[in-house]
C-alpha cells in the first residue's frame, strides 16, 4: 500500500471529444437542500427531456451558481407542468444562479401553471430568486397554445427580489411562451429583475417578455437586435411598476409589431422610465 500514489483528479475540460447526456423518463437530479449545492455538466450535448435538475435552496443563501452547464454543441430542454432546470428560494435564502453555455438551446414545455417555467429560479420567500444568464447560438422555445407557459420564470411571489436574466444568442424564436421576472399573481411585495437580451433577430410569436411589479418596482428591459425585432400574434413586452424608475430599451435593425402585439411600460408612483425605440 505504501507504494500506491494518487492518482490525479479527472477534468472533464481536458478531454478533446465530449459525448452527450441524456436525462430522461422522469428522472430526477438533486442538489436542493437548506443550502442547495452546484450541480455541474460538462458535455458535447446535452439533453433533458421530462426530467428535473434541481437545486432549490430554503433559509441559507445557497452557493452563487447553482446549475451550470457548458455543452460545446446542442442544449435540448423539454417538459410538461415541471421545470427542467430549477434553482428556486423558498425561504429567506438567495438562490443560486443558472448558467447556461451551448452552440444551441432549444425548449419545449407546456403548462397552465404561470407560478413555474422550464427553467424556474423564482422566490417565494425573502430570499431573492436567481440570475439566469444564457450565452448560445440559436436559441427556439416553442409552448403549447392551449397551455404556454413559461420558458424563463425568475420573478417573486414574496418580498424578496426577482432575478435577472441576461440572454445572449444568435436568431432568437419564442414561440407561444415567455420570460417573466417580475409578479404574475399581483400579490408580491418585491422588486422584478431586468429582462437584457442581445441577438442576431429576436422574434415573438404569441411570446411575451414581463418584468412586472405592481407593488414594488419593475424590472428594466433592454433588448438589441443586429437584425429584425418582430412581435406577432398578440404577443407583449412590460415592465409595469407602482415605484417607477423602469426603462425599456429596444434597439434593432427593424421593428415590427403586428396582429395586436403591444410594449406597455407604466408607473402609479413617482417618475417614469425613460423609453427608448431605435430602428437602424
Known sequence: LANLRHAPNINGQSFTNM?????????????????????????????????TVSADTTDL????????????????????????????????????????????????????????????THTVGTGNGGNVTIKTGPLTVNGDPSAPGNFIYSGTLGDGNGGNVTITAGDVQIVSSGINTGDNTFSAFGNAGNITISSNSLVLDTGSLLADSFFAQGGAISLESSGLMNLSNFSSISNNTLLGNNPLTMKADRILLSDGSFVLTGTALGDGGDVSVTAR
Open 61 to 120: 443563501d445557497g452557493v452563487p451558481v447553482a446549475i451550470d452547464i457548458d455543452v460545446i454543441g446542442a442544449v435540448s430542454l423539454s417538459n410538461t407542468d415541471i421545470p427542467a432546470l430549477a434553482a428556486r428560494s423558498f425561504g429567506a435564502g438567495r438562490a443560486g444562479d443558472t448558467i447556461i453555455s451551448s452552440g444551441s438551446l432549444t425548449g419545449t414545455f407546456s403548462s397552465l401553471d404561470f407560478g413555474t417555467a422550464l427553467i424556474d
Open 19 to 51: 459525448g452527450t447526456i441524456t436525462i430522461s423518463e422522469n428522472s430526477l437530479v438533486d442538489v436542493s437542500s437548506n443550502q442547495a449545492g452546484t450541480v455541474k455538466i460538462r458535455a458535447g450535448d446535452l439533453l433533458i427531456d421530462h426530467s
